[in-house]
């Protein structure tokens, strides 16, 4: 089994990675704050919640530039922060209400964005790998260079449709970057115990697809791993695969008791390698911050949750007649 690549000395300023650490902290704390709201009965449905996994989606998203295109599964709300989507507006979604994204008729699975180029938020295991593709496609078509996310799990890694859409996007050289978000259970069964090869990326090779594991839990690996994929897509030679190994700290959604694992395990990991308290140890050591300054970005992110929690417990209910809008073909 081929180790996921580590970064070494940090080679960003130190506004960069304060900026990491900010985005990080925000959807943990965002999340945080979604827990709690489906605990008390303002969050209806699935919620599936990306607690451990920030450093996949941050970046992911240094990587990109404005134009770029991402679409995912239904852990999702990470990369709606990620990418510059308002917290209200989420967290008004997340909870029904009509100042939602997608005007609270899509709940948890399904928001969208189009002034941020984000599509999704989609509820069936691996559909949204050859839509992804599509996306990329379209953006052949124009002739630009712009490159396309496509996010999806370990579990979804065993699709058919995902193996479809690896000869299509390796037979019309797409720019497409198919990021596996690798969190080890799927939606509880182990990888041992449902995949054949130890690393995913290398099935990319019967298609002629290159790629590599990353460390999902080291923000810098990924940033760095971004780069080398985005460069190779925008240069016109096709999909690339990043299968970033990464863990969650969460049950799959919030009605899973995750027995399928240990208490211990979850804890070996929250202390070993949990992705903020990494870049929070390469503020310190290096200086670029002092405790002070990094309790006043958390101070000022949980009045950022607490602000859309607020708005979203003041945001109306949409009105019955919602429901025939943004639809296609009226009855």
């Known amino acids: 089994m081929a180790a996921p690549k580590k970064s070494n000395k940090p080679n960003v300023s130190a506004e960069e990675l304060k900026s990491y650490y900010g985005d990080m902290l925000l959807i943990r704390r965002f999340e945080e704050k979604a827990g709690q709201l489906y605990g008390m009965g303002l969050i209806g449905g699935f919620c599936h919640l990306y607690i451990g996994q920030e450093a996949v989606v941050v970046g992911l998203e240094a990587a990109a530039k404005e134009g770029d295109?991402?679409?995912?599964?239904?852990?999702?709300h990470g990369h709606m922060l990620a990418c510059g989507m308002d917290p209200k507006g989420v967290m008004a979604e997340l909870t029904g209400r009509e100042d939602g994204y997608s005007k609270g008729k899509g709940g948890s699975m399904h928001m969208f964005s189009k002034e941020k180029d984000f599509y999704g938020g989609h509820g069936i295991v691996g559909a949204n790998v050859p839509l992804g593709a599509g996306l990329a496609f379209a953006d052949k078509y124009k002739g630009n260079d712009n490159v396309t996310f496509t996010y999806f799990g370990d579990g979804a890694a065993n699709q058919?449709?995902?193996?479809?859409?690896?000869?299509?996007?390796?037979?019309?050289?797409l720019p497409v970057v198919f990021v596996i978000e690798n969190n080890q259970y799927a939606m509880g069964t182990s990888q041992k115990r449902s995949t054949s090869t130890p690393?995913?990326?290398?099935?990319?090779?019967?298609?002629?697809?290159?790629?590599?594991?990353?460390?999902?839990?080291?923000v810098l690996a990924v940033k760095n791993a971004g780069d080398k994929a985005v460069a190779h897509c925008?240069?016109?030679?096709?999909?690339?695969?990043?299968?970033v190994k990464t863990y969650r700290y969460r049950g799959h959604s919030m009605s899973d008791p995750a027995k399928y694992r240990t208490r211990e395990e979850v804890q070996k990991i929250r202390e070993e390698k949990d992705c903020i308290e990494h870049v929070r140890d390469l503020l310190l050591q290096g200086k670029h911050a002092s405790e002070d300054d990094l309790k006043a970005i958390d101070k000022e992110i949980k009045s950022v949750v607490n602000d859309s929690a607020e708005f979203a417990k003041?945001?109306?209910?949409?009105?019955?007649?919602?429901?025939?809008t943004d639809i296609y073909v009226e009855a």
């Open 69 to 76: 295109k991402r679409i995912t599964t239904y852990r999702d």
């Open 160 to 173: 058919g449709q995902v193996y479809e859409t690896f000869n299509m996007a390796a037979l019309w050289s």
């Open 314 to 324: 003041e945001s109306a209910e949409p009105d019955v007649a919602e429901l025939w």
């Open 234 to 243: 925008r240069e016109g030679k096709g999909p690339y695969i990043l299968e």
């Open 199 to 218: 690393d995913i990326f290398t099935r990319g090779e019967a298609f002629g697809i290159p790629g590599e594991a990353v460390d999902g839990m080291d």
